[in-house]
């Protein structure tokens, strides 16, 4: 709890939320300074733009299938020893990607890391919430995001410095020595804890792997394979059909991964999907960014990360505000406010994105947009966990960061499959053509998640609708 007697964080919480941001700062910062090397890679490497995407989706891939199992065995095996086994995992996969020699192997050493990502962040969320009361939950996740957003500040750049300075395979190596001191100091400072269930649910981890798998397949292959192909629609089919059976095995088993009963609560029903649409929106638009800064302006790596500092710097500021007043005002007003702002920004950049746009044409488009994600990112968070009672905010948080991800690997295949139908690499003017066109896109998928944030309960200045309802909150 916070001291009493000065307002201030407790030794436990500072220590708990340092450390969950440092995990988090390791992975967004690999996540961002990816983006600024693609085009080196896709050099270095000879790699096809559809080799590039599953540069980024394979570690979204293995991430989001696993992030169920991830929060499972935290609350089965212990949050801390889960957590810090995901981070030696992330480590030892960081080096692997350095190593890699060639594009497969750079691809199958990133789907490695996502499954280690898949221990750790839900589980620093978990961590982080476990130990802040609901009053102080919003300011606490606005300082974790505050402090991620330090990586999204300087990931671009530091991305465009090494690959034009040093060679884009020090991005990975940068990883060791962070989550080394992160393993070390979690082993000492933070406090072992399980969640409410004691065992594993076999049947319900061997139908949502499969079935997230067959989904997630679906959209990463489907712009390579074809729509209509056999391999995609019996992937989609069979992912929908496991996850359907899922779903109805969680409801009648006495401990369930995730209690169905979850989503009888409409904050917990409406801001997932809204979060969903956020981190869409977020992905559709990093992925072709930095690759405009170079391929169509001409400039390099570093150049192209200093221009996208201040849509990624925006996070760092803004994230901490936003958390504070969110505990004031309530989340529905950052949720829909954030994403009408983001797809303001993103229709912006469809509208005046050509071969010859002046950056500062398109740099009010990245401000606006920026503002946008970083207002409702904490919202969303605080609205989701304190649906919820603290048993099971390991759950929550593991849904959460599971339909986060499938919201990256969605937006990015939104994003690339209309540019391939708009656009192009062949040329400076197709490649304009397909990044305006997928901007369009991604504006589409942040007013839809408006419309659904609009059904999220109100709240007033004390958390209101935020809380849980008790009669609710007994049946899951």
């Excluded at 969320?125 to 609901?134: D, G």
């Excluded at 949502?208 to 397949?217: E, H, L």
Aim: net charge positive; with cysteine.
């Amino acid at each position: 709890m916070v001291n009493t007697e000065t307002g201030r964080m407790t030794s436990k919480q500072a220590w708990t939320l340092g450390l969950a941001s440092l995990a988090s700062f390791m992975m967004a910062l690999d996540s961002l300074v990816v983006t600024t090397t693609l085009t080196t890679i896709r050099a270095d490497l000879t790699a096809s733009v559809e080799q590039l995407e599953w540069v980024v989706n394979a570690y979204n891939l293995t991430f989001a299938v696993l992030l169920l199992t991830g929060a499972a065995l935290g609350d089965r095996f212990g949050r801390r020893k889960v957590f810090n086994t995901g981070l030696v995992l992330f480590t030892a996969a960081s080096a692997a990607c350095a190593l890699a020699p060639d594009i497969v192997f750079l691809i199958v050493s990133r789907a490695v890391q996502g499954a280690g990502a898949a221990m750790v962040l839900p589980l620093s969320l978990t961590l982080v919430t476990a130990v802040f009361p609901p009053r102080t939950r919003g300011k606490a996740m606005g300082l974790y995001l505050g402090l991620t957003g330090l990586a999204t500040f300087s990931g671009p750049f530091i991305g465009g410095a090494i690959a034009e300075g040093l060679a884009w395979q020090w991005v990975f190596w940068l990883n060791l020595p962070i989550g080394v001191v992160a393993v070390l100091l979690a082993a000492r400072k933070v406090d072992e804890s399980t969640g409410p269930n004691d065992k594993l649910d076999p049947v319900g981890l061997a139908l949502v792997t499969p079935g997230a798998f067959g989904v997630i397949w679906a959209l990463v292959r489907g712009n390579a394979a074809g729509w209509g192909s056999v391999e995609v629609v019996a992937s989609a089919v069979l992912g929908v059909v496991l996850v359907i059976a899922f779903v109805v095995h969680e409801r009648r088993t006495p401990r369930p991964m995730v209690p169905m009963g979850l989503f009888r609560l409409r904050a917990f029903a409406t801001a997932n999907p809204a979060n969903f649409l956020v981190f869409a929106s977020l992905y559709g638009t990093m992925f072709f960014l930095a690759q405009y800064f170079q391929l169509v302006r001409g400039h390099g790596p570093l150049v192209a990360g200093l221009m996208l500092m201040p849509w990624t710097g925006t996070l760092m500021v803004c994230a901490p505000i936003a958390g504070r007043l969110v505990d004031r005002v309530g989340a529905r007003r950052f949720v829909v406010g954030g994403l009408f702002l983001q797809a303001v920004g993103t229709a912006w950049l469809a509208t005046v994105i050509d071969t010859d746009t002046a950056y500062l044409e398109v740099l009010p488009a990245l401000v606006i947009g920026s503002v946008g994600i970083c207002a409702a990112m904490p919202a969303a968070q605080k609205a989701v966990v304190n649906a919820v009672q603290p048993a099971r905010i390991g759950q929550a948080s593991g849904v959460f960061m599971m339909l986060r991800m499938f919201g990256g690997v969605f937006g990015t295949t939104v994003s690339v499959a209309v540019f391939g139908a708009f656009g192009g690499y062949g040329t400076a003017e197709a490649f304009s053509d397909g990044f305006s066109a997928s901007m369009a896109a991604v504006s589409a998928l942040a007013f839809l998640g408006v419309l659904i944030g609009l059904a999220m309960p109100g709240t007033g200045a004390t958390g209101g609708s935020d809380r849980v309802v008790p009669e609710v909150a007994s049946k899951v």
